[in-house]
C-alpha cells in the first residue's frame, strides 16, 4: 500500500496537524518509506495466534468507585493557555 | 577524593559515615554541571537551590539519625518525570510552559528516600529518538571522544541521552530515565554506564508524560550495576493510580549484585546478529559469555525467531499508542497555544508549531495504521506478531535463566551521521525492541571499547520480575570487564 498526497492530507487532517502544501511530497516520501518496510510483517504466518495488547500479567485490581480527589480547579487551571474565570477558553464554537 | 567521581553506593556510605556532607557532594556536581552543561546540553532545566535545600534537609537527617536510603545523593530527573512546580518539557516546544502542579510517583519514591534533585536531564522530544538530535531543547553532547577522530561531536544515544551523558560525565550520581524500545539501555551503552529497564509494570508510569502506554517503563542508569540497583529498589514499587503496575514486593536488588551466577544456565540467541555489525562486538559478545563461563555460568544456544520483526512490530504499535497519547495536546489546557481562527485551526496551528519532525512522523503513521480501512492490516497484525515475539522469550526462558546479546549495533555515532533516513535511526534499537515488546527486563553493562575508544554494551535480559538474576549476571559481568575507562568530557577534565 502506497500513500498518495490526498491520504496524507487526509490523515493530518485527522491527526489534527497542519501541513503545508509545500511540506506533502517530503512527508508521503518518509511516510512511505516506513510503511513500506513495515510491510515485512507480511512474510509472518499468525493464523490462530491471539493479539497481545499489553504485557502486564495480572488481573486490573478492583477498587471501589468513590470519589477520591478533587476540588483543586486553580490547579487545573493553572497552565491553561487562556481561561476565563473558572474555565478554560477557546477560540467561539458556536455562533 | 574527587566527590564527583564516587559511584552513587559510595557516596551513601561516605554521607552515612559523615566523611563529607551532602551539601558538600551536591556542591561539587552543581559545580559540574556550571563547567560542563552549557557544552554537554545534558540538562534542560537545573534547579540549583532547590538541590541545595535538599541536600540541607540530608544533612539534618543524618544529623537526627533518620536518613532515608538515598539521603542527600543528588541524581538528575529526566524531562518526561513530571516534577511538582519544575518546568516539564518532555523534549518539546508544545510542553515548553507547562509546569506541572503534581510530582510523578517515581521521582517522588525518589524524593521521599531522601533523594536531591539536580535538574531535569535533556531528552529526545516525546522520547521519540536513538541520539537525542529531536530534542526541542538542543543536541546532547555524549561526553566520549573517538581516539581517531578528536573533533566529532557524538550523541549519547536517546532518548534518555541527557540522563546518560550527565551521570558518564559525573554531573549526576545516577538518573532516572524511560524505556520504550531501548532508550534507557542503548544510551547507557553509548555512554559507557548501566542501565536497567525493569519489567513493565515493575515502576508506576503515573505522572511520566506518556508515549507507548503497553511499553514505556522508568528505570535508573547509574555508573556501576550496584547504583542501578540502589535506584531500581526506591523508584519500584506498586502504585494504585498506576493501574498496570503490579502489586509484588520489591526485593533487595544491591543483595542480587553479589549472588554470583555459578550453575545459572544463559541463553545466546542466535539472531541477534545485525547486518554490518562491526566484527568487535561480536567479539565482546563471547568474551561477554566466556566470562559468565569462567563465573560459574552455563552457556547455551537459543533462538528467539521472530527477533527480525521487532523492529516493525514496533514500529506500528508504538506509533499508534503515541497517536492517541498525544491528542491530550490540543492548546486548550495546558502546554502552548498557537493563535487561530477556530478551534480545529488552533488545535492544527498549535500541534504543527508545537511537535517536531520525528513526533508528526510518528503521529502521522500511528493515525493511518489505527485508521478505518487499516486497522486489521496494520495494527491488528502487529498484536499479533508481538504475541510470537512474547512467545519467543516464554519458550526460551524454559530452558535458560537469563540471555546475554549486545546492546546495540554500534558503539555512539557522530550528530548527523543516520539523519537522512528515519529507518537507519530505527535500527539502533534492533537488539532493545524485542525484550521491550515482551515486557520483560533487559539491562545495559559496559563491557569494553572498540577500536575507536568508545564503550560498548552488553546486555541482559531475564524473566518476568527476575531483576534479581539480571543484576546478578550483569554484576557479574561488571566485575569481569573491570571496565574503569572514563570519558574525555568529564568533571574536573573539561579537554
Sequence with gaps: MSLDPATVRRIARLARIRVEESELGRLQGELNGILGWIEQLNEVDVTGVEPLTGVAQVALKMRPDAVTDGGMADEVLANAPQRAGGFFAVPKVVE | ?495
Excluded at chain 2, 35 to 62: G, H, S, W, Y
Excluded at chain 2, 63 to 73: K, S
Excluded at chain 2, 96 to 104: D, I, K, L, N
Excluded at chain 2, 307 to 327: D, F, Q, R
Aim: proline fraction near 5%; charge should be neutral.
Design chain 2, 1 to 495: 577524593m574527587t566527590l564527583t567521581d564516587l559511584t552513587l553506593t559510595e557516596a551513601r556510605d561516605g554521607l552515612r559515615q559523615r566523611r563529607f556532607s551532602s551539601r558538600e557532594l551536591t556542591e561539587a556536581h552543581l559545580a559540574a554541571i556550571e563547567a560542563l552543561n552549557p557544552r554537554l546540553n545534558a540538562f534542560i532545566t537545573v534547579t540549583a537551590e532547590r538541590a541545595r535545600t535538599q541536600a540541607d534537609a540530608a544533612d539534618a537527617a543524618f544529623a537526627r539519625g533518620d536518613a532515608g536510603p538515598l539521603a542527600g545523593l543528588p541524581i538528575a530527573i529526566k524531562d518526561l518525570f513530571c516534577t511538582k512546580g519544575v518546568r516539564t518539557t518532555a523534549g518539546s516546544d508544545i510542553l515548553g510552559p507547562f509546569v506541572p502542579p503534581y510530582e510523578s510517583t517515581v521521582s517522588g519514591n525518589l524524593l521521599r528516600d531522601g533523594a536531591v534533585m539536580l535538574g531535569k536531564a535533556n531528552m529526545d522530544e516525546f522520547a521519540m529518538g536513538s541520539s537525542n538530535m529531536t530534542s526541542a531543547y538542543g543536541a546532547v553532547e555524549n561526553p566520549w571522544k573517538r581516539r581517531q577522530d578528536r573533533e566529532a561531536v557524538l550523541v549519547p544515544g536517546g532518548s534518555s541521552g541527557g540522563s546518560a551523558a550527565s551521570v558518564a560525565a559525573r554531573l549526576a550520581l545516577g538518573a532516572t530515565a524511560t524505556d520504550t524500545g531501548g532508550s534507557i539501555r542503548q544510551p547507557a551503552s553509548f555512554c559507557g554506564i548501566a542501565g536497567i529497564k525493569p519489567t513493565y509494570g515493575r515502576c508506576s508510569r503515573w505522572g511520566i508524560v506518556a508515549f507507548a502506554s503497553s511499553l514505556d517503563q522508568a528505570g535508573p542508569v547509574a555508573r556501576t550495576v550496584r547504583d542501578c540497583a540502589a535506584l531500581l529498589r526506591s523508584m519500584a514499587g506498586h502504585d494504585a493510580r498506576d493501574s498496570t503496575s503490579v502489586d509484588c514486593p520489591v526485593p533487595d536488588y544491591e543483595a542480587a549484585c553479589s549472588r554470583g551466577v555459578k550453575g545459572l544456565r544463559i541463553g545466546v540467541p542466535r539472531e541477534y546478529r545485525a547486518d554490518g555489525m562491526p566484527g568487535e562486538i561480536d567479539t565482546l559478545w563471547q568474551q561477554g559469555l566466556a566470562w559468565l563461563r569462567d563465573a560459574g555460568a552455563e552457556t547455551i544456544d537459543v533462538s528467539l525467531p521472530h527477533t527480525k520483526y521487532g523492529l516493525a512490530t514496533y514500529y506500528i504499535v508504538a506509533p499508534a499508542e503515541c497517536s492517541s497519547n498525544l491528542a491530550r495536546y490540543d492548546g486548550v489546557r495546558f502546554g502552548l497555544r498557537e493563535g487561530a481562527e477556530d478551534l480545529t485551526d488552533l488545535y492544527e496551528r498549535t500541534r504543527a508549531r508545537g511537535f517536531g519532525a520525528e513526533v508528526k512522523r510518528r503521529v502521522l503513521i500511528g493515525t493511518y495504521v489505527l485508521s478505518a480501512g487499516y486497522y486489521d492490516a496494520y495494527y491488528l497484525k502487529a498484536q499479533k506478531v508481538r504475541a510470537l515475539i512474547l512467545r519467543d522469550f516464554t519458550d526460551a526462558f524454559q530452558r535458560v535463566d537469563a540471555l546475554l546479546t549486545p546492546t546495540a549495533p554500534s558503539a555512539a555515532f557522530a550528530q548527523g551521521e543516520n539523519m537522512d533516513d528515519p529507518i537507519k535511526m530505527y535500527l539502533n534499537d534492533v537488539f532493545t525492541v524485542p525484550a521491550s515488546m515482551a515486557g520483560v527486563p533487559g539491562m545495559s553493562v559496559p563491557g569494553g571499547l572498540d577500536a575507536n575508544g568508545l564503550p560498548l554494551g552488553l546486555q541482559v535480559i531475564g524473566r518476568p520480575f527476575d531483576e534479581e538474576t539480571v543484576f546478578a549476571v550483569a554484576a557479574a559481568i561488571e566485575r569481569a570487564a573491570g571496565f574503569s575507562h572514563r570519558p574525555a568530557i568529564r568533571a574536573g577534565n573539561g579537554a
